[in-house]
């Protein structure tokens, strides 16, 4: 059995929707490094940095990630479930998790956290690294829908859609899209309305 270690409206309902999307079952465990209690002290046994999501497999292999178990998932299941059949798309839809990691989803820790980036930080380099950063995260969410968006599978949403269903969901990036880039606005909406992971989407932001 797989087990989930994440909470409400973080990245692991990324790794949930991918899960129902593949028909897999897991245990979930609620943990958070905001949330201490015993999910929290589980989640630290298997992942030192006590981030989420964190995925264990049936062997006790520990995946860590978002893009990297996502990019396992798709390599596992049925070819074209989670990543593309072909070649050429495959790399395309790696490359996109990758570039959502790294840019966009990297971002958020600063935004959430701007005290651990600088020292010492009073309240006004806080606001002014968050405003900085959310700024360029934006920026890196119209490169994405600018690159992306065609070949967007939202019909059927695999790895790359579901990541960017989930994470452009933080730091006001969704009322950005929707102004400045609607047609990937609506194309994200498709995705956490797909029947297969409505039920995460909105267990997570009701």
Request: hydrophobic fraction near 45%; aromatic fraction near 8%.
């Amino acid at each position: 059995m797989l087990t989930l270690y994440g909470t409400k409206g973080s990245g692991s309902a990324a790794i949930e929707a991918a899960l129902a999307r593949a028909g897999l079952a897991f245990t979930s465990v609620d943990a958070a490094s905001w949330n201490p209690g015993p999910g929290h002290e589980a989640l630290l046994q298997v992942n030192p940095l006590g981030q989420i999501p964190t995925l264990v497999l049936a062997d006790g292999t520990v995946l860590t990630e978002s893009a990297a178990i996502l990019i396992h998932l798709g390599l596992t299941v049925a070819p074209g479930l989670l990543l593309p059949a072909e070649a050429s798309e495959r790399a395309r839809a790696v490359r996109g998790l990758v570039y959502i990691a790294a840019n966009c989803y990297a971002a958020i820790s600063v935004i959430d956290y701007p005290e651990r980036w600088c020292e010492p930080c009073d309240d006004d380099m806080k606001a002014r690294i968050r405003a900085g950063t959310r700024a360029r995260l934006h920026e890196h969410w119209r490169v994405f829908a600018d690159q992306f968006s065609i070949g967007f599978e939202a019909a059927k949403p695999g790895a790359l859609e579901l990541l960017a269903a989930v994470v452009s969901k933080w730091s006001g990036t969704r009322p950005m899209l929707q102004a400045e880039r609607p047609t990937f606005h609506a194309q994200l909406l498709r995705v956490e309305q797909h029947p297969e992971v409505a039920a995460v989407f909105q267990r997570h932001w009701p």
